[in-house]
Structure formats: C-alpha cells, structure tokens
C-alpha cells in the first residue's frame, strides 16, 4: 500500500506523520477516510463490525492537487467500532476504526478554589491515555480571573487533561487557551466577563480610514481582535463541548462602520480532529461576537448541536484548508452572515442539517447564509445538504476570478435544502461549477430558477410552502435520497440535535410593547432530573418564571417569559436568549424579543441631540439637505426615505458626486431612517465634522426612492435602532419643491 506523505499546506498545521492508504481519521460521530488518488466519486461503505450490511456513504472527491480520495462518514456512535470499503479503479480497499469516546480513564482529579487558583492557572503536567488530570471545581465555586495575563487558563503542549464544569470570570484576552495540546477536554463551563473593555465607539473626525480602523482595532492600545473565551492554537484531538459562553467584556463594531473586530466565543487555527459539540455560545446587543466561532477548524473536524447567536459578522468561519470539516445540526441565529466557507483551500467540507433563523446584526442588516466571496478563490469542494435557511441571500457568489479551467471544476454540491424568503443564490455563484437540485422555495423572489444554467434545479420547487412552529416544512418533502444522510428537504430534528430528551414548543418568544408576556412549553420525552434558566447577563430586559425546577419523562412544565420595560431603556428590537441547563451542561436555549421600537417616549430620548435639517426637491431624483446652525461636533448624515436603495449619491459640498451604499446587498426591503457614509468605500462610516450651515447635494437612483427627511446624529444608534419609527415632529416637515 502507498504511504501518505503529508502536503507543505498540512504540515504547517499539524504534527507530521506517516501511515498507510487507506485510512480513517475518527471524531465522535463522524469519521474522515482518505486513500491514494482515483477517479473522482469512488463508492464508500460502511457498517458496524459484525453487522451484516454494507452501508452506502457520500462518494469519496478527488482532491485539487489530484493526489487523494478523500470522504467522511456520518451518523455514526460514539465509542463503536466500524469497517468501511472503498471502490477504487476498480479495486477493493477495506479498513477499520473506532470513533472517539466521551468516557474515558480518569488517573487524577484536582479541585480548584480561589486559593489554588489565584486568578491565573498556567498547567504543568500532562496525564497519559490510561489516565486523564481532571481539573474540577465545586459547585457554585466562581473562579475569578485577574487581567494581567493573557488568559485565566494557559495549556502549552498539554496532553490527556479534561477542564470539567468550571465556572471563570475573567482572562484578559481569552479565558482558556490551548496551544499544540493533544487529547484535551473542555467540557461543562460557563465562561464569561473576559477580555478587552471598549468605550462606546468615539472617532476624531476628518482622518483616514486606516486611523478609523486602527481606533476600531485596539482600544488603550489592547488589541480587541481573536479575543476567543476558548482559543486553540495547533495541536489535535481537543473536545469542547456542553460549554455556555457568554459576556465578552468587548462589543464588536457593526458593518455600518468597517469590517467587524472585536470577541469571539471560540478562536480556532491550526489544530487536527478538533470537536465542538452542544455548546451554547450567546452574545447580546451590547455584547455582541464579532464571529460566535472564529478562525478555521482546519482538518478533521465535527462542528455539531451547538447553539451560536448574536454576532456582527459571520456564525461561523470554516475558512481555510476545510479538509474533511462537517458542520451539522446547528442552530444559528441574529448573525449578519451564517456559514462563512470562504475560502475552502482543500475540501471537501460537509454543511448538513443546520437552521438558521431571525438573521441580523444590531442594526438589523443580514447577507448571506453561506458566504463564499473570499478574494482567492480555490476549487475544494464544498456539499450543502440538508439545511433550513431563512433571509436575505441564502448562498453567495464568488468574488474572486474564476478561470475557465477552475469554472469546469465542480465546486459546490447544494441539495435538499429549504430557504425561505431569500434570494437563493448571487448570480456569481454560478461562474464555478455546481450540482443544485431537490430545494424548495419558499416565499422566495419569484422567477429565480428562470435564472438557473441549463441542467440546473429540475427537481428544485418554488411558491408557498406553509411552516410549522420549529421552521420545519408543515408537510414533509422528499428530496434526493442522499447516502448516510437520507432524502428529507430543510432541516429536521429537533435542533439544535443534542442527546437530551427534553423539547420546547418553540425556539423563540417574540413580545412587544402590546404584548409582555409569552408561555413556552417544556416537555420530557425521556429525560428525568432537574433543569435551572441561565442567561447572558446583559440581557436583563426580561424574566423567565420558574426559574427552576424538576421534571420527568412525559411531563411538560410551562414557562413564562415576561418583558421587563424598565429594563430595556432603549427603543429598539432588544435580543437576548436563555438555557434550559441541565446539571451536566446539556440544554435547550429559547431566543427573546422584545420590540419596544413603538416606545415614542423612548425613541425621542434617544433622538434629543438629533438636528433636524430642510429637504429642498430639485427634481425627480435630485435633493439639495439644507443644516442651519449646526453646534460645532462631530456628525453622521441621515435621511429618511420611503425606500431605502442600496446606494446613494451625493457631495458634501458642491462638486464630483460620490457613490455610498446605504445597506448591504440583498437586503430586505425597508422604509424609514437611513445614514449615508460620507466616503465611497462599501462598508467605512465614520463622523465627519461640522458646524454653522452646511448643504449637502442629494441623488437617488429612482424616483421610488424619496427623500422626506434629514438630520445629523452624533451616534447612529440614534436612528438606527428604531429607524421606521417616525416622531410626530418629524412626520411634520416639509419638503420643499423646486422642480
């Protein structure tokens, strides 16, 4: 048999070794097979050793450099050992492996205190595969971090250590970091309070948009960004997982000012065979991640059951190699972006399964599901099966230029899908090579298939499709009969897909200024014990009621979820989240909303510095904004419009009219306050300064577009966080005519 030699590209990333074709790299419920090169899409099989039957899997994909066969199997049990088969050429190759285990040896157990602990733990032994070193703490015991060191936890080449139900505050860049450990677990711990403070975002006016972005990037001269509460850096075979983070002491910056920087839940590079799994990881609206997951998983990976919310960028980045990375079962939420792919280097790289709902970042502004726009584009396959997504663009283009060689290259394989009230996919999605069939539609743009390459969705359905509770088809579809992974379109189960028995009667309250209180039903279908509400703790704008309890198999116990106004100063669509925890860390999370943006009383305190200025109409499309007696400050310019375009021209003074974009593309159709960037960058927002009268030339691209208000705000929360709600003496100006 051929001997593997490891490519320059994973030997940076990880250990270098040797083995012979073919062979398995296991996780716990999915397993990575790799042989020597063939024809693209050799059959795999599979079954549990002494079972039988052969089982059919994905089709192994030829690799970019055309060197292997590489391929995954799911589905599988942990602890199990199975054989596989490979039709290579012609030939049979066979194998066998053992996926990974959650129960293993324990030689020694250390209970940590604020005394042994001192605000700073910097591990120095390693146990071994007989016997793991168990840090543990008692229950209620709050580790507090102090914020002189980089972390609370350090492990530098650690191997066989478990960190078992440790609640830290504090670490002052990330709480637990893990660099080239091996065998190690994160399991159980509520991780929160950590990293760089940031003021509320205050810019000099009138520099460049380098300084701006360095003002974003470090704040006192800290950096602010890959602040990840769990950071891994190297290393292979590390678990975390039934782990709550939450409360970055740092808010990320939204798009409306440049790209975001800030914290993420976990940052990751570099390591081999790593499992996140049934994590909750929740952000709030002034705590908001700048990714929940953030870096590249690398090679090997199962990213599954976890709960990611509240960011300003993407969900996730499975950036990078993306060799053999399966993303499944997840469920996202308030994110501008879901699944970040871009690029995939190696492939092939596996999102099934997943839902993504009530997508946004603070300001409300969404893109893509799938996000592929990297700015290199690369041919490492890419399978989209299985998924629910909701919102704006559901997968997008490549930015990048696609030679005619790559364009021949199949890319991307996206089947049994369901997006729902998207635009599907960006045009520049088909310049690489795809395999699209067996989606639904569902109260989508219409006529986008008329759009499609030849040979392109023939099974794909458009129209409206009606949805139950939990964002899952009301009538079940069948789609493609997908090996390993079944025929069923959207997402199914009940999500995120963990090993708990309990369930909810839905996966979000949505209360309102009319409507302060929600029930939420939870039902046991199998569990026995006892459960406790947790939450982030900046999001006090509501009370869950009971706050704990007991329950078994069969039983359901009815929540309440009541808005707290008083608790909620700002008018806005205030986001939060909590957990039904149980005692070994496993939960179900519930989402909360609590729009109070019809709160006038509310949005006028907010809006008490704005300075209101005249609307002159020049024409169809033509505006002149008139300020008189502007205080001297630093100002962001608004508008209010019936519709608000994509972009905008305009000139701060007279002269060259320059271009800026209002919102991002496909983004959902609004009315209201809008602020324009002073510059022509896509995504650069800063303040600008002014004073005494100031007149700004206004032009929009259709007449559709009216303009009906203006103003400058110091901030543009101001606005934004309620930016349809009109006050009565706004909706009193005028707009002058001058046609």
């Not at 279908?525 to 078994?552: C, D, H, L, N, Q």
Request: aromatic letters at 10%.
């Amino acid at each position: 048999m051929k001997k593997l030699i490891l490519s320059a590209a994973v030997l940076a990333a990880v250990s270098a070794f040797s083995v012979e074709y073919p062979y398995a790299y296991p996780g716990f419920g999915s397993a990575a097979i790799y042989t020597a090169a063939g024809k693209d899409g050799a059959p795999l099989e599979f079954r549990k050793a002494g079972d039988a039957e052969w089982i059919p899997a994905q089709r192994l994909v030829l690799s970019p450099d055309k060197k292997e066969l590489r391929g995954s199997i799911f589905r599988l049990r942990e602890g199990t050992k199975y054989e596989y088969r490979i039709t290579r050429d012609g030939k049979m190759e066979t194998g066998s492996f053992t996926t990974k285990s959650s129960d293993v040896p324990i030689a020694k157990t250390i209970v940590l205190t604020n005394e042994n602990f001192q605000g700073y733990l910097k591990l120095a032994e390693s146990g071994t595969e007989k016997g793991y070193i168990r840090y543990t703490a008692k229950p209620g015991t709050v580790l507090k971090a102090d914020f002189k060191h980089q972390e609370a936890i350090l492990a530098n080449k650690i191997r066989y250590v478990i960190l078992d139900g440790l609640t830290i505050r504090g670490g002052g860049h990330y709480v637990i970091h893990l660099k080239d450990c091996e065998n190690f677990r994160i399991v159980n711990c509520d991780l929160g309070d950590y990293g760089t403070a940031r003021v509320p975002f205050e810019f000099p006016p009138d520099k460049t948009d380098t300084e701006h972005a360095k003002g974003l990037l470090y704040v006192n001269g800290k950096y602010v960004e890959n602040e990840g509460a769990i950071t891994v850096r190297g290393g292979r075979d590390i678990l975390i997982e039934r782990n709550f983070v939450h409360d970055p002491r740092c808010h990320a910056n939204s798009w409306f000012y440049h790209h975001p920087w800030g914290p993420s839940g976990i940052n990751y590079r570099g390591a081999r065979g790593l499992t996140i799994r049934w994590n909750n990881i929740i952000g709030s609206d002034h705590h908001r991640w700048n990714d929940v997951i953030q870096g590249n998983p690398n090679i090997d990976a199962e990213i599954c059951g976890n709960y990611l919310a509240f960011c300003n960028d993407d969900t996730i980045e499975l950036d990078g190699l993306q060799q053999n990375i399966r993303f499944s079962d997840n469920l996202m939420e308030g994110s501008f972006c879901g699944v970040s792919i871009a690029p995939c280097k190696e492939g092939p790289s596996y999102i099934i399964n997943n839902l993504r709902i009530n997508p946004g970042d603070e300001f409300d502004s969404a893109f893509a599901g799938i996000k592929n726009n990297s700015s290199a584009y690369y041919t490492g396959r890419i399978h989209i099966f299985g998924n629910t997504f909701t919102g704006s663009v559901s997968v997008s283009g490549y930015k990048a230029k696609i030679t005619p060689e790559q364009a021949m290259e199949l890319k991307s394989v996206v089947k049994n899908n369901l997006f729902i009230n998207s635009r599907p996919f960006a045009g520049a999605f088909w310049a690489a090579g795809a395999d699209v069939d067996h989606n639904i539609y569902s109260f989508c743009r219409k006529g986008m298939m008329a759009n499609y390459p030849k040979g392109q969705g023939k099974h794909d359905k458009e129209g409206k499709f009606p949805l139950s509770g939990g964002w899952k088809l009301e009538t079940p579809v069948k789609g493609e009969k997908l090996a390993n992974l079944g025929d069923r379109i959207g997402a199914s189960g009940n999500l995120p897909v963990r090993p708990l028995a309990l369930e909810t009667s839905a996966l979000s309250v949505k209360l309102s200024s009319a409507v302060l209180t929600g029930k939420i039903q939870l039902k046991s279908t199998g569990y026995s014990g006892g459960f406790r509400i947790v939450r982030p703790e900046f999001s006090p704008f509501f009370s869950v009621i009971p706050a704990e309890g007991m329950i078994k198999p069969g039983e359901t116990v009815e929540l309440t979820v009541t808005a707290l106004p008083e608790r909620a100063p700002e008018a806005r669509k205030n986001c939060g989240a909590f957990l039904i925890r149980t005692p070994d860390g496993l939960a179900r999370p519930v989402s909360v909303y609590f729009d109070n943006r019809d709160d006038l009383k509310k949005v006028a305190a907010m809006r008490k510095n704005v300075v209101y200025g005249q609307v002159v109409k020049r024409g169809k499309t033509n505006y002149t904004l008139k300020f008189s007696g502007v205080p001297q400050g630093e100002y962001y310019l608004a508008v209010r419009m019936t519709r608000i375009p994509w972009k905008i021209f305009h000139a701060r003074q007279s002269g060259k009219m320059i271009h800026s974009k209002l919102k991002p593309d496909g983004s959902a159709e609004r009315k209201g306050w809008a602020v324009i960037p002073w510059t022509s960058h896509k995504f650069f927002n800063f303040p600008r300064r002014a004073a005494g009268d100031l007149t700004v030339d206004i032009q929009v691209e259709k007449a559709a577009s009216q303009i009906l208000g203006c103003a400058l705000v110091k901030t543009p929360e101001e606005l934004l966080c309620a930016p349809e709600t009109v006050l009565p003496n706004e909706k009193a100006m005028k707009v002058i005519s001058k046609e």
